[in-house]
Every structure is written in C-alpha cells, then in structure tokens.
C-alpha cells in the first residue's frame, strides 16, 4: 500500500502505477468529506502548484500570494488565529516590522516599502501549508505525488535540452535553462523539490532491496538532473539533502555504502562522458575556491559589506542595493578586492545586514532559526514525514551564495520547500514502521 494507507506503508509501484495515483486521491477525497467546498477548492488548487511552477515565475507568484492571501481571509471568517502563537511566525512578523521601519527611513522608502511589504507573502504561504493546507498526510501524499510528476517533466524537458546542446555544440558546461528561458531548473530542483527527493532517499533506505534501489536511482537521479543543469550550490544542496535523508530515519550502513558506491560510480561516469561537467564541478582553477578574495563571487559580496558599515544601525531599505550599488564607496583599504554591482550582494546574510541593518540581521537569524527548531521539533513525532522535515530549512537558509533574499524566483523555490517541510514537522500518521 502506499503511504498513508491502513497497511504497510509503501511498496515499489507507489510511484509509478496510475492504481496508486487513483489511491491517493480516493484518499484525499475522503479526506476532505468533512470541509467546505471552498477549502476543498484551494486544496485541490494548492495540489496544481508544482505544475505552475513549470511554467514561469507569474503563474507560480500569483499561485503562491493566492494562498496567502486566503489563508489571512480564512482566519478573519473562521475567527482562528492560534497560528500567531507559533514561535517562527512572531519572530517572522517581528523581522517584518524591523523591514518595514528601515525602509520607511531609506532614500526611497516608497519603493522600498513595497518590496518589503510584498516580502510578506512567503512566510504567509508557509503558514497557509503548516496550519491550513497541509494538515494531514494524505494532502501531503497527494502534493508528492504532483511533484513526482512535475519533476518528471523537468527531466525529461532537461534531456531534451541536454541533449541538443550536446548534439549543436562541444561545450557540454553550458547551463540549461530548462522550461523558463532562465538559467533556474536546478532551483526548482535542488530548491522546491527536495522534500520529494528526501521522502525517496529515506524511503530507499528502510524498504527491502530491491525496492528501495529503485527509489534510490529516483533519488539520485534528481541530483543527476540538478548537476547538469550546471548549478553548483543547488546540485550541492539536493546532494546533501540526500544524504542526510538517507541517515536521518532508518539508518543502515551498508545499504548507504552501497548506494553510496552507485552514487559515485554514476557521477564518475557523468564526468568522464561530458567532461565539460566534470570541469564546472571541479576545484582546480576555479578563482571563487582558489583565489576567493579576488574572485567576482567575493567583489558581488563586498559592496554589501561596505553598505552595512556605512549605514550599520538602519541599513540602506529593502531592496535598494541594485539601486544604490554603484554609489557605494570602495570602503576601507583592509577589505581586500573591488566592488562588482549586481542586484543583490549573494549572500543572504550580508544583504540582511546591508539592506535593514543589525536589528534586520539579528531578528532575521532568529526567524530562522526559529524555523529551523521548528521543523527538527516534529523529530518527535516520530513519523517518516516529520523526522525529515528539518532538512530542507537547514540546508535552504544555511549560509551560502545565494540569490536574493527579498527576490521573487529564489523565495518562490525556497519558500515552497520550507512551507512543505513545516507542514511535514506535524504529521502524525502513525503506521510509519
């Protein structure tokens, strides 16, 4: 039976016949017997996101500050506001403020304020999954589902690319741009979709051998797919993912040696067929690992580090390094390198601290970190989903180059993993064993 059934929890086929697609969704519909049609409509429609998510960064907005904004509808009708008492949800709103007050005092605090009051729909659609949407496992089993399949058009939208590029040209390190036109599919990847991969990593470990090596291909073929769409930081973040999954909820050392080895062994020959993979992959002659001081990873940092001290109480607004970048000053002579404007400094504490200051940065680090305790809390509960569902903040808000914080691509990818593991940290089905 598949997860979520009365019976042992999953077997092979879970994921690849339509009978047990037909079973979760005999399941949701019971499941949802009991709501409103309106609720009953939203669920269905919050199912539909994965495949929005295929299309462009709009239809994917849009979805998301839906959900938002109906989840705060929902409280005002139904008079539920419990879910203000969650820890990471004040802390969230506290971080709010403090953006809202430095841009309101920023050289441009009309466009300022609007980035930071548009900021706000992520976290509201994180709720909108923890205490509304994803309330129960057969909604989650159903969402895995969609996203299983979602992630299967990715691939084979990647192969198909992959395989032009390598038909028209010799240069096999190009990055893919997969459905967008946009240099993002291993976001959707490492980044949306790594509840999914660490569901199947976890999985493969406790099932019996043969069913679980199939599970692990799965797996391991959503790190395969993410590295050669050429992204670094998210092959390496679904890698991780991976393997922590594969330690965090049955551990068994020599099934993990052994998809270990086949791991290796895939990525082996990855690099030795498509060497121009391997190259991009590689440290050796790479500036960002070897020379990182005088790397153009370091002078995208340093404009931000030379902001926050400039301005280190109230920061320069929300949003307004791409505006004000090229005005920022070279900065004192013991902070090695040069500037180099993009829209954003790359890494997402310095532009807390950059763009809202010490009090954005300090109560930014605790609403993650509160979100992070959060998702390890559901530890407790002792159930599949919610044992796995501290990874993906973990590894999402862990410091690294990243795009912007206050962004729209980057907080739909990241925002969705992080509503969905939250929503996993409460799950309670109890026949996990």
């Known amino acids: ?74 409280s005002f009708h139904t008079n539920q506001w419990q879910w203000l008492s969650a820890f990471w949800v004040r802390s ?8 809202l007050i430095v841009s309101g005092l920023s050289d441009r605090p009309l466009y300022s304020l609007g980035e930071a009051i548009a900021w706000v729909r992520f976290p509201l659609y994180a709720a909108a999954c923890m205490f509304w949407l994803g309330t129960n496992r057969a909604r989650l089993n159903m969402m895995f589902a969609t996203m299983g399949l979602a992630t299967a058009i990715m691939a084979v939208a990647l192969a198909v690319e992959f395989g032009s590029v390598i038909m028209l040209s010799s240069d096999h390190s190009a990055r893919l741009s997969g459905p967008y036109g946009d240099l ?9 979709m790594m509840p999914l991969a660490i569901i199947l990593a976890a999985i493969a470990m406790s099932k019996p051998l043969k069913h679980g090596l199939v599970l692990a291909v799965a797996g391991g073929s959503m790190v395969i797919f993410t590295t050669i769409t050429g992204e670094r930081v998210n092959a390496a973040l679904i890698g991780v993912a991976v393997f922590l999954a594969s330690c965090a909820w049955v551990v068994r050392p020599r099934r993990l040696v052994l998809f270990g080895t086949l791991a290796a062994t895939g990525f082996l020959l990855l690099f030795a067929v498509f060497p121009g993979i391997a190259d991009r992959f ?24 030379v902001a926050a001290m400039e301005s280190p109480l109230t920061g320069i607004g929300v949003g307004m390094h791409r ?8 900065g ?30 300090l109560t930014g680090v605790i609403m993650i970190v509160s979100i992070i305790i959060t998702a390890a809390n559901g530890r407790s509960n002792r159930t599949l989903y919610s044992s796995l569902a501290w990874i993906p903040p973990a590894l999402l808000f862990f410091p690294q180059p990243s795009a912007d914080f206050f962004g729209q691509w980057n907080n739909l990818f990241l925002w ?15 026949n996990d064993t």
């Open 332 to 361: 004192p002579q013991w902070l090695v390198g040069q500037n180099d404007c993009h829209p954003h400094p790359h890494q997402f504490y310095v532009q807390l601290a950059e763009e809202t200051g010490i009090f954005g940065l």
């Open 282 to 305: 590689s440290a050796g002659n790479k500036s960002e690992i070897t020379n990182y001081f005088n790397s153009a990873y370091w002078f995208s940092v340093r404009p931000g580090i």
């Open 92 to 99: 969230t709103g506290l971080f709010w403020v403090v953006a």
């Open 323 to 330: 505006l004000q970048c090229p005005e920022i000053p070279q």
């Open 1 to 74: 039976m598949c997860v979520g059934s009365p019976q042992p929890f999953f077997r092979l086929d879970c994921f690849i016949e339509m009978s047990d697609i037909r079973i979760k969704l005999t399941e949701l519909r019971y499941n949802l017997r009991g709501s409103s049609k309106w609720d009953n409509g939203f669920v269905w429609l919050w199912l539909a996101g994965p495949f929005l998510y295929l299309i462009e960064r709009t239809p994917a907005d849009i979805w998301l500050s839906v959900f938002g904004i109906v989840f705060l509808l929902r």
């Open 416 to 430: 969705f993993a992080v509503g969905l593991a939250l929503a996993m940290a409460q799950d309670q089905h109890a």
């Open 184 to 192: 993002i599919p291993g976001s959707f990847l490492g980044k949306a």
